[in-house]
T-cell receptor, first 110, second 112 residues
Framework: DGGITQSPKYLFRKEGQNVTLSCEQNLNHDAMYWYRQDPGQGLRLIYYSQIVNDFQKGDIAEGYSVSREKKESFPLTVTSAQKNPTAFYLC?????????FGQGTRLTVV | AQSVTQLDSQVPVFEEAPVELRCNYSSSVSVYLFWYVQYPNQGLQLLLKYLSGSTLVKGINGFEAEFNKSQTSFHLRKPSVHISDTAEYFCAVGGSNYKLTFGKGTLLTVNP
């Protein structure tokens, strides 16, 4: 089936550790996105990428890093510099202006 | 810069009543506009989109929205809601730079 796959669905991290969230798409879309969702704050853009080997910071990029080595993959690393990483993370890809979303990864810092 | 304001954080309605979820946007360039729906602990599903052409856009599940350039609005409507429409709804604006900006969401609760 075509779509966007995020893994894992739930992730627990100890304070001070880096963690990488996976996002893979087989839709052949050029653009990909990472959003963070917190209750009452909607979706806030972390990073986005229009093409392979290129990406731009979104509104809340501090404490996060990404790579785009393949068209299908756009992993997000939450670093220890991110002060409050507990959130629901959503990956998306877009074609024709509209974005299509994965099912999300819920990250909890313990 | 672009931004989205969803004017109501919560909208309670009774089943079979009409509903309107309000969205205003700002952008310095031509815009694309979207409405998405999110059920608990899931990703977002596209309801409808406006890219160009007719200002009245029809989407899935009986929803429609009207683009009003002069009022910079893109309100979502449904003439008769069902219990299953209970969810959070997000308005979004995009442009040619690929950046997509979302509002804070409106929680629609349909009561029997």
């Amino acid at each position: 089936d075509g779509g966007i796959t995020q893994s894992p669905k739930y992730l627990f991290r100890k304070e001070g550790q880096n963690v990488t969230l996976s996002c893979e798409q087989n839709l052949n879309h050029d653009a990909m996105y990472w959003y963070r969702q917190d209750p009452g704050q909607g979706l806030r853009l972390i990073y986005y990428s229009q093409i392979v080997n290129d990406f731009q910071k979104g509104d809340i990029a501090e404490g996060y890093s990404v790579s785009r080595e393949k068209k299908e993959s756009f992993p997000l690393t939450v670093t220890s510099a991110q002060k409050n990483p507990t959130a629901f993370y959503l990956c998306a890809s877009s074609f024709g202006g509209a974005a299509f979303f994965g099912q999300g990864t819920r990250l909890t810092v313990v | 810069a672009q931004s989205v304001t969803q004017l109501d954080s919560q909208v309670p309605v009774f089943e079979e009543a009409p509903v309107e979820l309000r969205c205003n946007y700002s952008s310095s360039v031509s815009v694309y506009l979207f409405w998405y729906v999110q059920y608990p602990n899931q990703g977002l599903q596209l309801l409808l989109k406006y890219l160009s052409g007719s200002t009245l856009v029809k989407g899935i599940n009986g929803f429609e929205a009207e683009f009003n350039k002069s009022q910079t609005s893109f309100h979502l409507r449904k003439p008769s809601v069902h219990i299953s429409d209970t969810a959070e709804y997000f308005c979004a604006v995009g442009g040619s730079n690929y950046k997509l900006t979302f509002g804070k969401g409106t929680l629609l609760t349909v009561n029997p």
